[in-house]
């Protein structure tokens, strides 16, 4: 059990014949409980000062581990995004790349379609000048016979 100044100052000693000075020892008893009062005093004091630091203490290690908690979740959050925008990258190149392929093959077959098409004008072009020759041809051997005015005369 620890010791009051209270304890001390109602302290009293039993008197022996051959005992200590009375006025001495209640002198010095004096000067103990009053200094044993002022470190009593300190002593509650540093333990409230103590128990408020451990409250703040307390309050700050919530604090930190909170900030922990924050920055792991930013760092997950993060790294999630990045694969998620990987991902995309990913789908929008390979839709980017089908779209060319489409685009090249569609240019391919129009291609195909304006060289047969070509061809066939070419051919058409080909029978119209052979038709329109031999209907020059013609037109020139009817120019070339006599008219047949001498038969009408």
């Not at 200094?35 to 005093?41: A, H, P, Q, S, V």
């Not at 790294?79 to 995309?88: C, D, N, Q």
């Not at 929008?92 to 089908?98: D, I, P």
């Not at 066939?120 to 005015?149: H, M, T």
Request: charged letters at 35%; a negative charge.
């Amino acid at each position: 059990m620890t010791l009051t100044p209270l304890d001390l100052q109602n302290k009293e000693f039993k008197r022996a014949l051959r005992g200590y000075h009375e006025q001495e020892v209640d002198s010095f008893l004096s000067r103990v409980c009053r200094d044993y009062e002022i470190l009593y005093r300190q002593n509650q004091e540093l333990q409230e000062e103590i128990m408020e630091l451990k409250e703040k203490l307390g309050h700050y290690q919530n604090i930190e581990e909170t900030l922990q908690n924050t920055l792991i979740l930013a760092q997950q959050t993060a790294e999630e995004l990045k694969r998620t925008a990987e991902k995309e990258a990913a789908v929008t190149v390979e839709r980017g790349q089908m779209q060319a392929e489409n685009l090249v093959r569609e240019a391919e077959k129009t291609v195909q379609q304006m060289e047969k098409e070509y061809e066939r004008l070419r051919q058409q072009a080909s029978i119209f000048r052979s038709q329109f020759r031999s209907f020059l041809e013609l037109q020139l051997e009817l120019l070339d016979k006599p008219l047949g005015l001498e038969e009408v005369g």
